[in-house]
């Protein structure tokens, strides 16, 4: 007896989900590196975004913070940063949100394929 499946609709599911599931994980994370990024006149915050999008081994989400002087805010460990922000808030918070980042897309995923 041959068994023959179709998989294609639950492949197709997990693609959809893991991306709908980046993109909640992304902002997640993006929204909570707010909370500790350098803040003077809240610029560096304004420029915090996100991009999710295919690639050839699944789905890439980016979160990133675009003024000339993100980079230098963000390393540089020496900078005093006065009230809210700290160095290596996008990295830290990264850190700090793993778990919770893979419950997002998991959670997307099995909702994705009626789970």
Do not use: C, F
Not at 4 to 15: C, F, H, N, T
Not at 42 to 47: F, I, P, Y
Not at 81 to 106: C, D, M, P, S
Request: proline share 3%; charged share 25%.
């Amino acid at each position: 007896m041959v068994v023959k499946i179709d998989v294609s609709k639950a492949l197709r599911g997990v693609r959809e989900g893991a991306t709908k599931g980046v993109t909640l994980a992304v902002e997640h994370v993006l929204s909570e590196a707010n909370k500790h990024v350098p803040h003077d006149e809240g610029t560096l915050e304004r420029s915090g975004a996100t991009v999710v999008g295919p690639t050839a081994k699944g789905v890439r989400g980016v979160v990133s913070y675009d003024t000339p002087y993100a980079v230098k805010q963000h390393e540089d460990m020496t900078l005093n940063h006065h009230g809210k922000g700290q160095a290596k808030w996008l990295e830290n918070t990264l850190a700090a949100e793993r778990q919770t980042v893979g419950k997002i897309i998991a959670t997307a995923i099995s909702k994705e394929l009626g789970s």
